[in-house]
């Protein structure tokens, strides 16, 4: 099964709305010489409040290379969640996926896998894309629980979810000592925990299911890193943070992908 490579940048808490357009169109402009069809999915993420600006950006460019991506989303529809944002409202605002389950979500916002899994069950629902991020602390790594804290992650937020869903879903690899730390975890060592969150789907599902859900690597991925990233059997693209907000170094990336 040839699965599409993605190429995700998560812009974080950055860019006013200007900032937004001219970051999308530049890298919009970095990837104009290229074939739609021969790029991955490009995918990029801006904060709220410019999700209006970078859409527009997309629509008046109309290249239809690049797509949108929300940060989060509450799992109600409407009502009384001060500060939330629905999946229907992103949808409206131009999202087709949605990243779930950061580590810095987790870490600074408290958000559990029985949330991850309520907001993955309405993405679906809502007929969008969830990112589901998952990944070991340092602390965890060195006692030996990468592999048992990550298959605890993605079996708990998969839960209730069909095989037909699953196979949609993309899951973010990443180890939280990698992430903005310039550390990026060893090619090989982050296909090896890929392709155990591979097996993990297909024990939970079947091997169909396995083969096309895209799980990407993400921690301090960077132009210079992509090419050997991809050569490897189960990763299939990249969730980017620092190197996602110049059009040049995420361009470089798409274009490593290809
Ligand atoms: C991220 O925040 O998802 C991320 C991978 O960040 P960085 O690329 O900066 O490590």
Redesign the pocket.
Known sequence: MSRRPVIAG?W?MHNLQQEAADLTNGIMQELRAEDKAALPEVVIAPTFTALYAANKALKDCGCGKVRLAAQNCYFETKGAFTGECSVEMLKDAGCEYI?IG???RREYFGETDEMVNKKAVKILAEGLVPII?CGESLEQREAGVTDYHIASQITKALRGISAADVAKSII?Y?PIW?????KTCDSVEANRVISMIRNVVKGLYDANTADAIRILY????KPATIKEQMAQSDIDG???????LTADSFAQIVKGAM
């Open positions: 998560n974080k990243i950061h580590s810095e991020c973010a990443e990698a992430i903005g730390t310039g993400g921690g301090s991925v990249a969730l980017v943070g620092g190197a996602s």
